[in-house]
């Protein structure tokens, strides 16, 4: 079988050579500088995470090249399968690799060792006693509480749903209700990761703390950040900047699982 890789940042470097790896043919348009990707050929067309900036073409930011969505549509037609990430093309047979649960548990582990690495590059003091808040328990916040806890840090769990509340107890966390979030002041450290604004209307508290969001539409504006002077770190895909390597091997098991359920 053969897949064509459309732009992508290093991750679908590393996925490439991973899916040669387990046996399929790859080529790529808009990954590498003078490709000479024939698409024509493949079964299979692999776009980036994000697939889109500009909804109308490839996130490729190594290249630079515009690759334009609706010519991957028309040269998909009605045959080739289209692999996207969080996004959807009018296409007649595409999948959202996203949405496997596979591949965003996996990813939450890059994702939370890289608001780590943040947070020690940002502050003065260890991680070790610091106090941490973090805002969410799916999957990337249960890895990142695990990982914090294990540093030493004193890891509070903001959640919704009384069964993570409960669980997040048993594991020895500190909780609170998202809702209705504790004194902000008290955190050296805050890591959101819920799509809903919970920090706009608290900046005033998080002065000392330095705030990292990990969500997608953020629990705060830049500007409110600013103007209340909070250390203020908005950092999406993390596993493509953080860990390109790992990230480019999961998404390619993930691509490779897939096909196998086709």
Known sequence: ???????????????????????????????????????????????????????????????????????????????????????????????????????????????????????????????????????????????????????KANVTVACRKPCDKAMAEILGYSTADSTRLPDLGRFDLIFNTVDVPLLEDRAAEMKNACVIDLSSKGGITPETAKRFSVDYCKAPGLPGKIAPQTAGKILAQTVHEILKSQ
């Open 1 to 151: 079988m053969k897949i064509t890789v459309f732009g992508g940042d290093e991750r679908l470097r590393f996925a490439k050579a991973e899916l040669e790896t387990l046996g399929y043919t790859v080529d790529s348009i808009g990954l590498y500088r003078n490709e000479t990707g024939d698409c024509t050929t493949s079964q299979v067309f692999l776009l980036p995470v994000p697939t889109t900036r500009d909804k109308q073409t490839v996130f490729a930011p190594l290249t630079g090249e515009k690759i334009s969505l609706d010519d991957i549509v028309r040269a998909a037609g009605k045959e080739k399968l289209v692999l996207c990430g969080n996004y959807s093309l009018t296409c007649d047979r595409q999948i959202d690799y996203c949405k496997s649960d596979a591949f965003a548990l996996k990813n939450a582990v890059p994702t939370a060792e890289g608001a780590i690495r943040i947070a020690i590059e940002r502050t003065p003091y260890t991680l070790w006693q610091s106090r941490a808040l973090i805002i969410g328990y799916g999957r990337v916040g249960k890895v990142l509480a695990e990982r914090l806890s294990a540093l």
